[in-house]
């Protein structure tokens, strides 16, 4: 079974420039995370789609961030224009879904943003 | 403010040794889970435990849980170097996702 596939695997952009980040979930998998991890701590949840519907969108910052899952499966992951804070690794996870938050989560490789 | 904190924030050891780490949360759960990061990679889910269950074992990994304390431990036991990365407990409350401590980083010395 592939896994959660994530690309770019690193970017370096300089601030006030976009990006944009692009997730393939496991086949089947209906809900798909976004996380944002900065050096030296855990994940932060950015947004969480069940389908493609947000459940969660809650510490996404929306003048800046946004992002999409057409479909249902796919989902990209847009900055603009980006600031040096923005500067951590990109998480994607997927799970089964069906709306329950207990499961588990299964984890992209991250994509390596670093802002100059 | 975070749900899942883990104890200590680093440890070394040496190969062959037990490793154990701790995680403590502020209110109740639906269950915890852990995880654990490589340098550089994604994370990998190692061990779900429900609220009502007090120990889960998976291979070398040893989970409990005492939700009188609200506190976990994970214990890694007879450690590899292959074992050196940063463990995360994840705590699924009612009506909220997953919130992931700051995490433990583990080094096993040959």
């Known amino acids: 079974e592939a896994g959660v596939a994530q690309s770019p695997r690193y970017k370096i952009i300089e601030k006030r420039q976009s990006v944009a980040f692009w997730c393939n979930p496991i086949?089947?998998?209906?809900?798909l995370y976004w996380y944002q991890q900065i050096l030296g701590q855990g994940p932060k949840l950015l947004i969480q789609?069940?389908?493609?519907?947000?459940?969660?969108d809650s510490q996404l910052p929306k003048d800046r961030f946004s992002a999409e899952r057409l479909k249902g499966v796919d989902s990209t992951l847009k900055i603009q224009p980006a600031k040096l804070e923005d500067s951590a690794v990109y998480l994607c996870?997927?799970?089964?879904?069906?709306?329950?938050?207990?499961?588990?989560?299964?984890f992209g490789p991250g994509t390596r943003l670093l802002v100059l | 403010s975070q749900q899942g904190e883990e104890d200590p924030q680093a440890l070394s050891i040496q190969e062959g040794e037990n490793a154990t780490m701790n995680c403590s949360y502020k209110?109740?759960?639906?269950?915890l889970q852990w995880y654990r990061q490589n340098s550089g990679r994604g994370l990998v889910h190692l061990i779900l435990?429900?609220?009502?269950?007090r120990e889960k074992h998976s291979g070398r990994l040893r989970v409990t849980l005492d939700t009188s304390k609200k506190s976990s431990s994970l214990l890694i036991t007879a450690s590899r170097a292959a074992d050196t990365a940063s463990y995360f407990c994840?705590?699924?409350?009612?009506?909220?996702?997953?919130?992931f401590g700051p995490g433990t980083r583990l080094s096993v010395l040959p």
């Open positions: 996870a997927s799970s089964l879904g069906g709306g329950q938050r207990r499961e588990t989560q299964y």
């Open positions: 086949s089947g998998h209906a809900t």
């Open positions: 789609f069940q389908n493609n519907g947000v459940v969660d």
């Open positions: 209110t109740s759960i639906n269950n």
């Open positions: 435990i429900r609220s009502n269950e």
């Open positions: 994840a705590t699924a409350t009612h009506g909220q996702n997953f919130v």
